[in-house]
C-alpha cells in the first residue's frame, strides 16, 4: 500500500510506468462534484499534465488519447488507451474489474473498465488488438494487472447469465462457476491466453471489493446506491 498525501493507492512501478488502484478513502464518482474535484486532485497528486476518464457504459469500446488537452470525460466507451507521456488513464470501479495494461518496448499505455457486459464481449481482446494494430505492440511485450474486484466468492449471478458465459465458445473449457457464483478473473485470464499473453507477465490484485474487511473499497453489490467508486490508473513517465 501506497500513501500518497495522506490518500492510499495500491501501486506498482515498472521503470518509467506507474499504476495506482484507490482505496475507498476518497469517492471518485463522476456524477457528483465532490467526485470530479477528487479526480481532478489526483494531477496535483501525482503530478501530471492531465488525468483522462470516460462515461462508462458497459461496453467494448476502447478510447485512443492523441493529445494531453484532448476531453474525454463525454466519450461514452469503457477503455483508454494512449502512448503519451505524464498524462493518467483510468477507470472507475465499484465491483467491476479495473484491467491495466502496458508495453514497455512501445510505450503504450491502457486501462480497461470490464465489469460482466465488458467481459463477456472480451473488452481486454480489443485493448490488445488496439495496441498491436495502433501501436505495434507485440503479445509478449504486453503486460496486465488485473485489479480488486467483485469475486467468485460473492458474485452469484442469474442461471441465464451463468448458461450465457458457459455457451460462449471462446471460454470453453473454462470451470467459471462455482454454482452460480462467477469468476471474471477467470473470464478474463481466458481472453488473455487465447490472445497469448504471458502468464509471467500478468499479476492478480486478490481483494474482493464486496467482502473484503482489511481493505475499504467501494461496492455496489454491498452498498447499491449509495456505494462510491474506486479510481485506478496507469501513467508513463
Request: neutral net charge; aromatic residues 10%.
Amino acid at each position: 500500500m501506497t500513501k500518497i498525501n495522506n490518500k492510499e493507492f495500491i501501486s506498482f512501478s515498472d521503470d518509467k510506468f506507474e499504476i495506482y488502484f484507490s482505496i475507498g478513502d476518497k469517492n471518485y464518482n463522476r456524477k457528483l462534484e465532490e467526485g470530479r474535484n477528487n479526480i481532478e486532485n489526483l494531477k496535483d497528486i501525482f503530478r501530471l499534465n492531465s488525468i483522462k476518464y470516460l462515461t462508462q457504459i458497459h461496453s467494448d469500446k476502447i478510447i485512443s488519447v492523441l493529445s494531453v488537452d484532448e476531453e474525454t470525460y463525454s466519450e461514452e466507451a469503457d477503455g483508454l488507451i494512449t502512448n503519451l507521456k505524464n498524462v493518467g488513464v483510468g477507470v472507475f470501479y465499484a465491483d467491476c474489474v479495473p484491467v491495466i495494461l502496458y508495453d514497455k518496448v512501445k510505450d503504450v499505455i491502457s486501462a480497461v473498465h470490464s465489469g460482466w457486459r465488458g467481459t463477456y464481449d472480451e473488452i481486454v481482446n480489443n485493448s490488445i488488438s488496439m495496441m498491436k494494430d495502433k501501436y505495434k505492440s507485440k503479445e509478449e511485450d504486453i503486460k496486465v494487472i488485473i485489479g480488486p474486484h467483485i469475486r467468485q466468492c460473492c458474485y452469484e449471478v442469474s442461471e441465464e447469465l451463468k448458461d450465457k458465459f458457459n455457451n460462449k465458445e471462446s471460454f470453453k473449457g473454462e470451470n467459471l462457476f462455482d454454482g452460480r457464483n462467477l469468476s471474471l478473473e477467470k473470464v478474463i485470464l481466458k481472453t488473455l491466453r487465447n490472445n497469448r499473453i504471458k502468464e509471467e507477465n500478468i499479476q492478480i490484485i486478490k481483494l474482493c471489493t464486496c467482502c473484503d474487511t482489511n481493505n475499504k473499497l467501494h461496492s455496489y453489490r454491498r452498498d447499491g446506491n449509495e456505494a462510491g467508486r474506486c479510481y485506478s490508473f496507469i501513467v508513463k513517465r
